[in-house]
């Protein structure tokens, strides 16, 4: 696996070293001693998946707080979806800065966001469907978020008119 910096502290893009023959390609997701050696030691204790009907599907911007806080990586394992991920972190040297990596079934990348960054994607295909590892069980009454299109963030999505649900697009926007 290749680990990619992003101008999020924490945010790290995993590439895929795939060995290929005719029969296709083989490449390792997830090594706990890799990561480790990367600074990204966690325990992962969840995994979920998302599949999205409709290409220009919008679901974020998501986070747990604490005691529940999560890290997790994300990947597309059908379609391809544009992923952002949001620094929530009053610390960080880049609060409220967002990224955005395309991440796709054909590529095999992955994104890691630590603890502290909300995340978010929209649909670039039809029958999307994103694969998560989660640093801790999802927990109800620590489920928060925050909107989409806040201008306080500046987040561009790539598609216009996206499918939010209403929980979503209920979601306060943003005070420091």
């Given at each position: 696996m290749k680990f990619v910096e992003t101008d999020i502290s924490g945010?790290?893009?995993?590439?895929?070293?795939?060995?290929?023959?005719?029969?296709?390609?083989?490449?390792?997701?997830?090594?706990?001693?890799?990561?480790?050696?990367?600074?990204l030691s966690v325990d992962l204790v969840e995994c979920n998946l998302s599949y999205n009907e409709k290409r220009g599907t919008l679901r974020g911007m998501h986070f747990q707080v604490e005691p529940h806080a999560e890290a997790k990586l994300v990947r597309c394992v059908a379609g391809a979806?544009?992923?952002?991920?949001?620094?929530?972190?009053?610390?960080?040297?880049?609060?409220?800065k967002s990224i955005g990596i395309e991440l796709s079934a054909h590529s095999g990348r992955a994104v890691f966001l630590p603890e502290g960054v909300a995340h978010g994607f929209q649909t670039l295909t039809d029958h999307s469907t994103l694969f998560y590892q989660m640093s801790s069980a999802y927990s109800p009454e620590a489920a928060a978020g925050v909107r989409w299109d806040d201008s306080a963030f500046g987040i561009e999505w790539p598609l216009a008119d996206p499918v939010v649900s209403a929980r979503d697009q209920a979601f306060p926007n943003f005070t420091s």
């Open positions: 945010v790290v893009v995993v590439e895929l070293e795939k060995h290929e023959d005719a029969r296709g390609w083989f490449a390792r997701a997830w090594c706990r001693e890799e990561f480790t050696a990367h600074g979806v544009h992923d952002v991920a949001l620094d929530l972190r009053p610390e960080s040297s880049s609060y409220k």
